[in-house]
């Protein structure tokens, strides 16, 4: 018996089948529509539809040309910088949101990488052209550890 009293396949949480809630009046996993709108403003909606449209998709591919270019043993050129940190801050922020989405920070390596991550990323480029390539480096060295151990973990397919 299902906790509504419902067949197998009314209601998304009554069935192996993802589906939106047919019964809303009666299912106590779901809760009435009024309920869910008081929850969940319109602000808040649209504050998800802003993030979602934001979003970029995690391009390992890209992500590993950057750490390249930033740890090659050419530095990179000093107009560059800002643009590389920037990217490098974006890899690292995809990475972390992975990492916590998977729940990868149980893993003890990872969490302290993750710490890393969030440390570099909030960090500001500093001034000078080899401290910036320096802040690089540590930028794209940890974008790289991290990424080298979802994969390892298995939270994410390793870039070719």
């Known amino acids: 018996m299902y906790p ?5 396949g009314q209601c998304c949480c009554h069935s192996s089948v993802k589906a939106v809630c047919t019964l809303p009046d009666t299912c106590r996993t779901h809760p009435p529509a009024d309920d869910h709108d008081a929850r969940h403003p319109s602000t808040n909606r649209n504050d998800l539809l ?6 970029t998709a995690f391009d390992g591919v890209a992500l590993l040309d950057d750490v390249a270019t930033v740890l090659d043993d050419v ?3 000093e107009e560059n910088t800002e643009e590389l940190a920037k990217r490098l801050r974006g890899h690292l922020m995809r990475l972390v949101t992975i990492a916590v989405a998977t729940e990868a920070e149980e893993d003890t390596a990872t969490a302290h990488l993750i710490e890393r991550a969030r440390t570099l990323r909030d960090e500001d480029l500093p001034g000078g052209h080899w401290k910036a390539v320096a802040h690089l480096r540590r930028l794209g060295w940890t974008a790289n550890e991290l990424h080298d151990r979802l994969a390892a973990i298995r939270c994410l397919k390793e870039a070719a």
């Open 4 to 8: 509504t009293g419902g067949q197998l």
């Open 50 to 55: 802003d993030r979602l449209r934001g979003w």
């Open 75 to 77: 530095p990179p050129a």
